[in-house]
């Protein structure tokens, strides 16, 4: 067996182990939480061996075998410039959640088990990113889809215990229900091209007729549903707002990721651009996403359902820049899916710190942070501030490359459409600074409750501090700052968010070359 293929076996092998023993090391609770962390610090190691020995060129050669023969279903997996960069940040984003679990003690207790969940997920996430076969990536979408009704219902808001469960069930029931027709879509494509291999599909495959068609269309709803795409995306506020912090985290950094890779990996080569209705309505319905979800979050008042549409929004942009079957798209939709992982991840870390400190995530409740809790203050306002596209940071690529790619799609889609699906997605990138600086301005700024002005009848920046004294009701409840355990949790996605701001170059290379062989060339 080659090395490649050792590493690509292994990248889906190993977090399975790890939550196999972590499970069975759950009585021992410390130890089990050990072993869990240890898994996810070599997972992420194993990641990036892994990635340093890919080729841009996807040849599947590597690891290629039998599996379900009767069906023509093969174990092919393969890692390449557009799986690799999302294969990288989903072992990071878990390893530190697993990482963060060793200081936070999750509402339910039974860490262990948690760790193992996650673990599990991490398996599912990674083959998906890998399997190069129709059904395996089918397979592998399941299991990581399962393990989060768990965590959810399980771990999720201990104060609204049916609240969780519906979030719970109906997070699984719309994703299933959306996988259904994705295999549904993948049965029609083999009847047509012969075969699951998705290498040799998007190499050979000329969709066409209405089985070419219905195909296209079952594949991309199912993934909509994952994205998820304006309007199958009901059920992810109240999955976001019920789930534990470190679900939340891996929710939307992770396995909303398995949606929008699979548009890249799986729908593009299925479907055809001289279809002037379908990718064009897709692209609209995106950007009806961007700019629905930019309103809605204008009206929010809790702070983790005010970042679950959020992402609606910036899956917008994505699913946008996919459906203009260019490399640029391509670029744009991988860059932008990265950017978000890193950000959004980083937003949710931070609002589960905020509700742990002041037991609430209710906007209206929760204000001055950068008077009480000064750093973690800092740390929302630099997220927030990467959310909405600020220039040097990585949200402002994802959005201006996915814009950018709307101007210049394929020839044989109505550029004028595009032109104006690109001017909506624009004012989309206001909406978004709006919401987020309405945000920084009522839950970061103000004065404190314990600090008034000197005088009351007269506006005045001087403020009466020194009267108050610490541990008085009238300074009232002392908030805990960032801890040391934090920054490090919390530190490689601001350093990777600033990296991939100032050097995208780093990423969109890697992808555009693997985007020009997968392909064979397009514009």
């Known amino acids: 067996m080659s090395l490649s293929a050792v590493l690509l076996n292994g990248l889906v092998a190993l977090p399975f182990g790890f939550a196999v023993l972590t499970r069975l090391l759950d009585r021992r609770g410390t130890a089990a939480l050990g072993v869990a962390v240890l898994g996810g610090v070599l997972t992420f190691a194993w990641s990036v061996w892994a990635y340093v020995d890919s080729s841009a060129v996807l040849d599947g050669t590597a690891v290629d075998h039998p599996w379900i023969a009767g069906l023509g279903v093969r174990w092919h997996l393969g890692l390449d410039g557009i799986s690799g960069p999302l294969v990288l940040m989903s072992t990071l984003v878990i390893a530190l959640c697993l990482v963060s679990l060793v200081r936070h003690d999750p509402v339910g207790g039974a860490r262990g088990d948690l760790a193992a969940l996650l673990l599990l997920i991490e398996a599912g996430v990674l083959g998906s990113f890998l399997a190069l076969d129709l059904v395996l990536f089918f397979v592998f979408f399941e299991v990581a889809l399962i393990p989060m009704w768990f965590v959810i219902n399980g771990w999720g808001d201990r104060h609204d215990e049916p609240g969780r469960a519906r979030a719970a069930t109906r997070f699984l029931v719309f994703t299933v229900l959306g996988s259904a027709l994705m295999l549904v879509g993948f049965v029609l494509v083999r009847s047509q091209a012969g075969t699951f291999d998705i290498v040799r599909i ?20 199912g993934l909509a549903v994952k994205t998820p795409l304006w309007p199958l995306h009901i059920w992810l506020p109240d999955a976001h707002s019920k789930a534990p912090t470190v679900g939340s985290v891996v929710l939307a950094a992770v396995l909303l990721k398995l949606g929008t890779y699979g548009l890249v990996r799986f729908w593009l080569p299925v479907a055809d651009p001289h279809w002037r209705v379908l990718a064009p309505f897709v692209a609209g319905l995106a950007v009806v996403g961007i700019v ?72 209206d409740r929760l204000s001055a ?44 889609l109505p550029a004028a459409t595009y032109t104006v699906l690109a001017v909506i997605a624009a004012l989309g990138v206001i909406l978004t600074s709006a919401y987020f600086l309405q945000l920084m301005r009522g839950m970061l700024q103000g004065t404190p409750a314990a600090v008034r002005p000197v005088n009351e009848d007269v506006d005045s920046i001087e403020l009466a501090t020194a009267e108050v004294d610490p541990g008085t009701p009238m300074a009232g409840a002392s908030r805990a700052d960032v801890d040391a355990a934090e920054w490090l949790t919390w530190s490689p996605l601001v350093v990777l968010t600033v990296v991939l701001g100032v050097a995208p170059g780093l990423l969109l290379g890697p992808v555009g070359e693997a985007a020009r062989a997968f392909f064979g060339g397009p514009g």
Request: include cysteine; glycine fraction near 12%; charge should be neutral.
């Open 292 to 363: 629905y979800a930019a309103l809605a979050c204008l009206a929010q008042t809790e702070v983790k359902r005010l970042i679950a549409y959020s992402s609606v929004g910036h899956m917008g942009f994505v699913v946008l820049a996919v459906t203009t079957f260019t490399v640029g798209g391509v670029q744009a939709a991988v860059f932008a899916s990265v950017a978000h992982g890193l950000i959004t991840g980083l937003l949710f870390f931070l609002a589960g710190a905020i509700k742990d400190r002041f037991g609430t995530g209710e906007l």
């Open 202 to 221: 998007a190499a050979t495959y000329q969709p066409s007729g209405a089985t070419g068609v219905t195909a296209a269309v079952l594949v991309v709803l």
């Open 369 to 412: 942070l950068y008077g009480t809790v000064p750093h973690l203050g800092a740390l929302f306002a630099f997220a927030a501030m990467a959310s909405l596209g600020l220039p040097g940071l990585a949200g402002f690529w994802g959005e201006m490359l996915s814009i950018r790619s709307a101007l210049y799609p394929d020839a044989a």
